[in-house]
């Protein structure tokens, strides 16, 4: 157990050694330039209103960002940070779910396992991982959905505020974040209700995160920024956008001027 262990962790600390030969690129570069012109906080309004109604990583992006200090050490740590932070995440959900059934040591390895997987089976590294916009983006929608679902098991566990503010921070940053990964976190927040109402277990909790993620989904859809950014986007993932919004301005009844 221990070896296994040993090697998936040598495994994952080559890609954290490298991240810190990690350059900013692109987006970056342009993020830079908008808090420069903007205020790091102006340049969040500013994202919202022309490019991406995705609001929590314009605020990381726009907050996090170095560059207009003339430093590039954020860019040097976000990879290693994000593998550390998903190791975190997977320990925290297998151990929500599977506390009862297994070891410490099992988990751990579980979660370095998951995390080794995740990384191997990624598109692009570059972009998964080492360029900073992007990671942002689909990293902390993964780590969300993880400590979201895992929080409010931990709830029916054992109430406290501090899972339940977990549950509900987590709630309001994936839809912030990622668009495509919100309606299946969504829909899983729909099966656990079903199963609360069904084992008869407290409703509260996932009743207030389903409001959340909606809330979010809305505020994040109906955005010019995704407004203007759906209308210049001819890949397939622009489509997506055009009919999943289209639908919830249906549904709404709500119009852009």
Not at 52 to 79: A, D, H, Q
Not at 239 to 255: A, E, G
């Amino acid at each position: 157990m221990k070896i296994k262990i040993m090697l998936l962790a040598l495994f994952l600390f080559a890609f954290i050694a490298i991240s810190f030969f990690n350059h900013p690129a692109i987006d970056d570069y342009w993020s830079a330039n908008e808090i420069v012109n903007h205020g790091r906080l102006g340049a969040v309004k500013h994202l919202y209103e022309t490019v991406s109604g995705r609001y929590f990583s314009n605020f990381l992006m726009s907050v996090c960002n170095t560059l207009p200090e003339g430093n590039v050490w954020i860019f040097k740590v976000w990879p290693a940070l994000t593998i550390i932070l998903l190791w975190l995440a997977f320990f925290y959900f297998f151990k929500s779910l599977f506390k009862e059934f297994a070891k410490p040591m099992e988990l751990i390895l579980a979660s370095l396992a998951f995390v080794a997987v995740h990384i191997s089976n990624m598109r692009s590294l570059f972009e998964g991982l080492y360029w900073m916009s992007s990671a942002i983006i689909y990293q902390i929608a993964i780590i969300s959905f993880l400590v979201g679902i895992a929080a409010i098991r931990a709830y029916w566990r054992k109430p406290s505020f501090h899972t339940a503010g977990l549950a509900l921070f987590f709630s309001a940053v994936l839809p912030g974040t990622s668009e495509l990964l919100t309606p299946i976190y969504l829909l899983a927040l729909l099966l656990i209700l079903l199963i609360a109402i069904k084992e008869n277990l407290t409703k509260y909790l996932i009743l207030s995160c389903i409001v959340v993620v909606s809330t979010g989904m809305v505020i994040t859809l109906t955005s010019e920024g995704n407004h203007h950014r759906i209308n210049d986007e001819h890949l397939f993932c622009g489509r997506l956008f055009v009919s999943y919004r289209k639908l919830l301005l249906f549904i709404l009844d709500c119009k852009y001027p």
